[in-house]
């Protein structure tokens, strides 16, 4: 029941009406028994700093941001996280009495629903596919994690930029750059223990698309973790599993980033678990 202390939470972003978010948030609010609700806003990238204040101003108990103002932010917050300045993005925002901080949870997002679908990043080789928004946080929490990383992407020069600015914050496992389409690319993962497409190759309304990939290196060894999670099997995964090699879809990572939200805005251990079935019945409608 909504009352006269009811906490405030919310997902900005633009468009922003099909974000899962509000359901997963409602239902671990009710399981964590905070009295709180979760909403969704529709914000213009010209109103973004506009919006943020005000929110602050109302003393909503934090917020979570989504396409595009990932990047808008990075100059609006008052404190970044490491993982926000190393990312170069922010996807949750708190409000604390001295200012604004902006986090990036989708890094350790990505780490926890890795090993909860059971893939297992530490010392991993690994061969990245994309070097979009999402492949820097995926690159970053897997080179924390000390894995060998093999870069590839459609504009190579995109990813020698990602991995120049990796290389620079974590020396010692240098990331690899091999062009789309080379033979490299193939030994890259026949050597991998895991794949992990930051693509967009393959998502709704574009099923029948993979991306580009030696299939014949493909081996019973390789486990994949594909970002998308419209539709749950894309093809690719369809392919790594025909060849004997395990996978699993994104709903985890969209579950767990949220649930990393909302320990940062309540100190509650949020129920990730809960959150991953709520993603799953809401993209399953
Ligand atoms: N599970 C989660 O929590 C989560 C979180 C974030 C994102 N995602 C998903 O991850 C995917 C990527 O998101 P993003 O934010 O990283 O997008 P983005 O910044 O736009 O990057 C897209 C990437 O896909 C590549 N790409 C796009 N179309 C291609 C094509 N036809 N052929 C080859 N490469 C192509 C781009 O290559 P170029 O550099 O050559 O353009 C780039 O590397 C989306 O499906 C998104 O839904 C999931």
């Not at 009710?30 to 529709?42: C, I, R, S």
């Not at 081996?219 to 970002?227: K, M, T, V, Y």
Request: aromatic share 4%.
């Amino acid at each position: 029941m909504v009352t006269g202390t009811t906490r405030v939470f919310c997902v900005l972003g633009h468009p922003v009406a099909h974000s899962v978010s509000p359901a997963m948030h409602n239902a671990a609010l009710g399981e964590l028994g905070l009295n709180g609700v979760y909403v969704a806003f529709d914000v213009a990238p010209e109103s973004l700093s506009e919006a943020v204040r005000g929110l602050r101003a109302l003393g909503v108990g934090g917020v979570n941001c989504t396409i595009p103002h990932k990047e808008a932010l990075l100059p609006i917050v008052d404190r970044l996280s490491d993982d926000a300045r190393l990312i170069g993005a922010v996807n949750t925002l708190v409000f604390t009495p001295t200012g604004i901080e902006g986090h990036n949870t989708d890094a350790p997002g990505f780490l926890a629903a890795l090993r909860a679908a059971g893939g297992e990043p530490d010392g991993a080789s690994a061969v990245v596919l994309g070097s979009g928004g999402s492949a820097r946080a995926v690159v970053v929490a897997l080179a924390r994690r000390g894995a060998r990383i093999t870069l590839v992407n459609r504009t190579v020069g995109r990813a020698r930029v990602l991995a120049d600015h990796v290389n620079a914050a974590f020396p010692d496992v240098p990331v690899r750059v091999v062009e789309s389409g080379s033979a490299a690319v193939a030994e890259a993962v026949r050597a991998a223990r895991l794949l992990v497409n930051t693509t967009s190759v393959g998502m709704h309304p574009h099923e029948d698309e993979l991306p580009e990939l030696p299939l014949d290196a493909v081996h019973p060894g390789l486990f994949c973790f594909d970002l998308i999670y419209n539709p749950l099997e894309t093809r690719l995964l369809r392919e790594i599993r025909a060849r004997g090699g395990r996978g699993s879809h994104g709903a985890g990572m969209l579950a767990h980033q949220g649930a990393l939200a909302l320990t940062l805005w309540t100190g509650h251990e949020a129920p990730a678990a809960l959150m991953e079935q709520i993603v799953l019945q809401s993209l399953s409608r």
